[in-house]
């Protein structure tokens, strides 16, 4: 369900009110709660989504478990790396490489027997694929240590405010909340519910406004000359920043009202004075994912820096 749908404001209030008068003392239960509300969150685009985020799940909650006491450490990276990648890389693209090849293989007059495949692109797969991978990759480095508990891992992987489109949250800096799950403060709620509403307005009543403005001229070339085109362009920039950063201001105003701090990940966009300082401030969390996973690794390898950056922004891109 869409954070601006009639569903998830009917799920939301209910999912806030057991979760506030559940004990503080309680941290299990009130893990367990959100637990399952996230799941039954998922499970509204489709119950069989659920068995995807479980996998992910216990996969890097063993292999990191392993890599604390096995000799074979890089092995177990090896399995969640696999595991993680293989399963986005089938949803994501093993549909689009099967048409590819059926075209080239039929240009070239070769038999071929057409192959259906309606994969359905889980949603938000992504983004928690990043940030368990994101886990064990800090443990195989000796940056945190493994969880020892399922159930507040499991949790760090599925909690709903920033399931769908992040933010992408690192395990140092969300699993110490999770164990604590206080309960939240008046002035958090105030101000959680103001951020939330702040998204709503620059995702549904500007950002949609926008792109209906801006599909008059996408679909309708003869309108378009020269300038139509730059119009159109900044138009389609500041419908694609609205929409994103309006989500992800929802998404952290839902955790504060929850009591649990979430990353900024949009930050004055355009007020970048060039597009490293953009970079910076466009998707916060999953440039420093992508810093920290490809790009630094790359330099210590003796990469160069441009060609580093070129891979890394072809892994982004794809």
């Known amino acids: ?75 177990w990276l090896v399995a969640s790396v696999v595991t993680n990648l293989g399963v986005l890389g089938t949803f994501k693209y093993l549909g689009f490489f099967v048409e590819e090849a059926g075209a080239v293989l039929a240009s070239l007059g070769l038999p071929v027997n057409p192959i259906a495949l309606n994969i359905v692109l889980p949603v938000g797969i992504s983004f928690y694929t990043f940030q368990t991978l994101g886990y064990t990759l800090d443990v195989y480095r000796k940056r945190i240590e493994p969880e020892r508990k399922l159930l507040p891992f499991a949790l760090f992987v599925s909690f709903f405010p920033q399931l769908m489109a992040g933010p992408i949250e690192r395990a140092r800096d969300l699993m110490p909340q999770l164990h604590t799950l206080r309960r939240p403060q008046r002035g958090e709620l105030a101000s959680g519910f103001r951020l939330f509403l702040l998204g709503m307005v620059k995702k549904v009543a500007i950002s949609s406004v926008i792109w209906e403005h801006a599909q008059v001229l996408y679909l309708n070339p003869a309108l378009r000359g020269t300038a139509e085109a730059w119009w159109l362009g900044a138009l389609m920039l500041t419908h694609i920043y609205l929409d994103f950063s309006g989500y992800s201001d929802m998404a952290v105003g839902l955790g504060r ?6 990353s900024t990940n949009f930050n004055r966009v355009f007020m970048a004075r060039n597009f490293p300082d953009l970079w910076r401030r466009w998707h916060i969390t999953l440039g420093r994912w992508f810093r920290d996973a490809v790009w630094i690794p790359l330099r210590r390898r003796g990469w160069s820096k441009p060609a580093a950056t070129l891979v890394t922004f072809a892994l982004i891109g794809g």
């Not at 009202?257 to 979430?262: A, I, P």
């Open 1 to 75: 369900m869409l954070f601006n749908s009639l569903d998830f404001w009917l799920f939301f209030p209910l999912v806030l009110a057991v979760y506030s008068v559940l004990p503080e003392r309680r941290v299990q239960l009130r893990q367990a709660a959100l637990l399952l509300a996230s799941y039954a969150f998922y499970a509204h685009w489709d119950v069989r989504f659920c068995g995807l985020i479980v996998l992910s799940t216990l996969v890097d909650f063993v292999a990191a478990r392993r890599m604390d006491r096995s000799p074979h450490r890089k092995a």
């Open 257 to 262: 009202m929850l009591g649990v701090k979430l």
